[in-house]
């Protein structure tokens, strides 16, 4: 079965986003239903433990509500207390520095490299003061951030490093699956992201000693998965915690979608290389700018974005594609620049291009389903904008 090969007219509108469907979610879901166990830690979330463990590496994964929870769920497994600071992009999502605000730390935003819109390492270890407890790389569009620095740079510093991989799901670095280089890694299935249980996420744990206090914390502070395991013979509150497991209706319409990951990682990257094939006069005429992706890394087509000479044919881009009934976006506000960023972090350095390159990113449609004629047809129309 392929989503790739709806029929396109050129009349109907074209969503930025369409959230991933292979037919077999809803056949998942009933199975869970009728295995009467829909609450956390059913069959499918162990099934889905196991993929993400067999395919990415990792000595443990467990599935959470959502990436925010995964990261708080870190962010507790570092031992984050008030005081503590913690090094991270500021172009990134609220939750990357949410996670650890709610410890009482404070989050140090560091520039980005214009070419990937990931932290620019080189800057890391300037942020770095006394107070510094741990890194959080977040490898944006699912293109992986210069780990082998920053692991060298954490392990000099004696730092923790948590990967944002929230969109990084099937993408590697020099080899490596995002999200198992860190101490820990966080995916998301939102809908918006390449695979979806509606809202969840993902734990990555790599080293051992880290597992049963992280299960403790996910099962309300208590040490419950070990008595479902038979390993003690009742179960008791052992630590603080919350409730961080995904329901088991969530999971099953995500597992349909791990089934067939490899086909819709094809799709989605077959769609990703017509656009920048299509787009590519607009780049070489010096009219707008294409993403980069590194030698030593494999992406996972999570986005196709373009920039503009700045926010105001940003602006223009997106009103001319929307009266094309192309829904195109812009990204992240800079959290440095947000009340909530303001109030509780700080920038560390220049602000040479989180703020400027974020005014210029404008996010184009991609999803599982997309078809080749649509992906012409929204190509065609940016190259109209600027008069090819």
Not at 123 to 137: R, S
Request: net charge negative; hydrophobic share 40%.
């Amino acid at each position: 079965m392929s989503e790739c090969k709806v029929p396109f007219t050129g009349k109907e509108k074209i969503r930025f986003n369409v959230p991933p469907c292979t037919g077999k979610e809803f056949e998942y879901m009933k199975q869970a239903v009728e295995n009467q166990k829909i609450c956390g830690d059913g069959e499918f979330t162990k099934k889905a433990h196991q993929w993400f463990e067999e395919r990415t590496g990792t000595r443990k994964c467990l599935m959470t509500t959502s990436c925010t929870h995964a990261l708080e769920l870190s962010a507790l497994l570092a031992d984050i207390k008030p005081g503590d600071e913690v090094i991270m992009p500021s172009f990134t999502f609220v939750s990357t520095a949410d996670a650890f605000v709610l410890r009482g730390a404070v989050p140090v935003f560091v520039d980005i490299r214009p070419d990937t819109m990931n932290i620019d390492e080189t800057l890391i270890e300037a942020a770095i003061t006394e107070k510094t407890k741990a890194i959080v790389p977040v490898h944006y569009a699912g293109v992986a951030c210069e780990m082998d620095v920053i692991m060298d740079i954490a392990a000099r510093h004696g730092l923790m490093v948590i990967e944002d991989a929230a969109q990084g799901v099937m993408a590697y670095y020099k080899g490596k699956m995002l999200g198992t280089i860190g101490d820990f890694g966080c995916y998301s299935f939102h809908e918006t992201k390449n695979y979806s249980m509606g809202e969840g996420g993902a734990l990555l744990i790599r080293d051992e000693k880290y597992i049963e206090k992280a299960e403790i914390y996910r099962e309300k502070g208590t040490d419950r998965s070990k008595y479902f395991r038979g390993q003690v013979d009742k179960y008791r509150w052992q630590e603080f915690g919350s409730s961080y497991l995904p329901s088991e209706l969530n999971v099953a319409y995500l597992y349909a979608q791990l089934e067939m990951a490899d086909e819709i990682n094809d799709c989605r990257l077959a769609r990703w290389n017509q656009y920048y094939e299509l787009l590519m006069p607009l780049k070489e005429a010096g009219k707008i700018e294409l993403p980069t992706v590194p030698k030593e890394c494999v992406h996972n087509a999570h986005m196709f974005y373009l920039k503009t000479a700045d926010e105001r044919e940003r602006a223009a881009l997106i009103d001319y594609l929307k009266a094309c009934d192309i829904l195109a976006v812009y990204h992240y506000v800079p959290l440095h620049s947000a009340p909530a960023g303001l109030k509780y972090g700080r920038f560390a350095g220049e602000d040479r291009y989180t703020t400027a390159e974020s005014e210029r990113l404008l996010r184009l449609p991609m999803y599982y389903g997309l078809t080749e004629e649509q992906t012409a047809f929204v190509a065609e129309k940016v190259k109209a904008f600027y008069g090819f």
